[in-house]
């Protein structure tokens, strides 16, 4: 018989400790009475009501929504695009191409704010949502080109080549063929880049303006005065919306797996 450790489960238990006691938490302190988060005085909704009062809160969560689809989609296709082109061309540099496209994920932050917000002024662009669209994009590009061109060199080229030899335009292989097949990474480099937009805060600071807050620019800026338990609601309520929308996408994927032949 094999001897047996606990360590595994050990290990396990801590991990899951880690990450969601300070989400129960959150959750708990949203009905809290008190205004300080740290000291409970018993149950209460006041919090939520007055969150739904606060249109100020409600407008940046809506700009951070705004830009954060807005943002994934326009890297989803730019970095696409570019994943599928450098995998047809040969160069020579290309792999310092490559390399280059990945550099906004890898710089820190505080260094790409600055440049952004040197470069709108520059252009003489209004800093707003127009600002916070490009330099979001320009940053999220890069998980999308990441994880598209990581499927596509484990994809058989034979099926795009065999839809070529039946008489299929090379716009009509991609749609078709190729398109279908990096579907799933698409849509992950999107779910990150959205991820990865919402919840930006330094870049955000350089290039944003007056009209434009986004929800954890509003958070950061309240701190200075202190963070109620009326953010706490606002995370409760966006924590059980992802539990809902990841329960519809699991229920709405078991009825396409039953329906299959």
């Known amino acids: 018989m094999k001897n047996r450790t606990k360590l595994p489960n050990i290990y396990l238990a801590v991990i899951l400790l880690l990450m969601y006691v300070p989400i129960v938490l959150v959750i708990l302190y949203s009905f809290n009475q008190s205004k300080i988060s740290s000291v409970w005085d018993g149950f209460s909704l006041k919090w939520y009501v007055e969150l739904f009062r606060d249109r100020a809160l409600f407008e940046s969560l809506i700009n951070s929504i705004v830009l954060g689809v807005t943002a994934s989609l326009a890297a989803a296709v730019i970095g696409t695009l570019g994943a599928v082109g450098s995998s047809k061309v040969e160069l020579k540099g290309k792999g310092v191409v490559e390399y280059i496209s990945t550099l906004p994920i890898m710089i820190p932050e505080i260094i790409l704010g600055m440049v952004f917000m040197a470069f709108f002024s520059l252009l003489g662009l209004p800093f707003g949502m127009t600002t916070l669209i490009i330099a979001h994009t320009a940053f999220c590009i890069p998980y999308v080109f990441m994880l598209v061109k990581a499927r596509l060199v484990g994809m058989d080229k034979s099926l795009e080549e065999a839809a070529l030899d039946l008489g299929a335009s090379k716009v009509r292989a991609f749609f078709d063929i190729v398109l279908p097949l990096i579907a799933p990474a698409i ?75």
Do not use: H, W
């Open 187 to 261: 849509a992950s480099g999107m779910l990150l880049s959205f991820a990865m937009s919402f919840d930006d805060v330094i870049i955000s600071v350089f290039v944003t303006g007056v009209n434009s807050n986004t929800l954890p620019l509003k958070i950061y800026s309240q701190l200075k005065t202190g963070v109620t338990p009326k953010i706490n609601a606002l995370c409760t309520l966006m924590f059980f919306a992802t539990l809902l929308l990841c329960g519809a996408s699991m229920v709405l994927s078991r009825e396409k797996k039953v329906k299959k032949p």
